[in-house]
Structure formats: structure tokens, C-alpha cells
């Protein structure tokens, strides 16, 4: 008798903690990619990408400057150890094949092929292709919509548990920001 009391004795303890108890929201530890803001870089406006999980404080999240060129084609990134804008995605060559690994925020470093005129496909610059597990990586681009204007990309990508995401990077020619989005 003495073993039941204790029983229900723990139990009801168990049940008057429950309400206090505080469990995590895992989408807030969920991988983000979105574009934040734009940005005055050598008297250039350029937009910022968040490539981080999400903090509070975005200034201590990671981000790329991001420059999209629609008179070259092209999508560059800043290298701030040279201090230079490096091209990361070409819209305009056929058969595009990054030469050189392109690294992001906290994802794990890719090189890039162009499956077709709107789509790259991401893989490990590590020979076969392959990354080991539990990393977050950048599987693909896709391109959805190009004007001189703006373009706008998917970037699918998946977390260290294999969780697979996407999000959509909004990008300005900032040269071209007076024209209507259809020109």
C-alpha cells in the first residue's frame, strides 16, 4: 500500500510541473537563406543574404554581400579577404561549371553545374562529389525569375538531420531599379 501511495504521490508532482516545463521551438533552429536588406559597399548598393540560423540579433547572424549584374549575366558574391566581387552563378553560358568552390554563410562549401538554362545543380568540391554526414549543405539553384531588374532564386538546401528546406533570394541590379519589374 505504502509503494501505491508513493506512486500516486509522484505522479501528481509529475503532473503539477508539466505546465511549467519549457520546450524548444525547432523551427527557430531551422536553417534560414533569404535576402535581408540592401546595402552601400564601395559606393555600390548591393543586397545582404542571411545564409545562418535565426537569431534574434541579425547582426550576429552570417550573411554575403550579393551583387546581381543582369548586363553581364552574372550573380557575385564579395570576397572579403581580396576585397573583390568573385562570380558565383553565371545566368548566360551554357554548361556553367563553377571553378572554384563557392562557400556561404555557415553551409558547407559546393561547386556548381548547370543542369539547364534555369537550373544548378550543388555538389561537394571533394572529388566524388559526395559530403560526409551531418553537414548543411546547398543541393541546388533554381532561377525563377531573370529580368534586368531583379532576379529572383530558389536555393534548396538541407540541415545536418537531412531535413530538406528552401528559400528565395530576391536580388536588385540596383542600376536598373527605376524600370517596371516586366522590362
Known sequence: MEKIKKGILIHILILCFVGTIKGQILEVYRPIIVTYKSEILNNKKIDIGIFD??????????YEYLKYDSD???LLKYDKSNKDFKTILCLNTQNFKSKQEIKLGMFDGFVLTQENSGSY???????DGRYPSHHKIIKSIEILQKTKKRLIIRVNYQDEFEWKYFGILVLNDYRYENLEDDE
Not at 540560423?53 to 552570417?62: E, L, R, V
Open 53 to 62: 540560423y535565426f537569431k534574434q540579433d541579425t547582426s550576429k547572424m552570417k
Open 72 to 74: 553581364k549575366g552574372v
Open 121 to 127: 545543380k550543388a555538389a561537394s568540391p571533394y572529388g
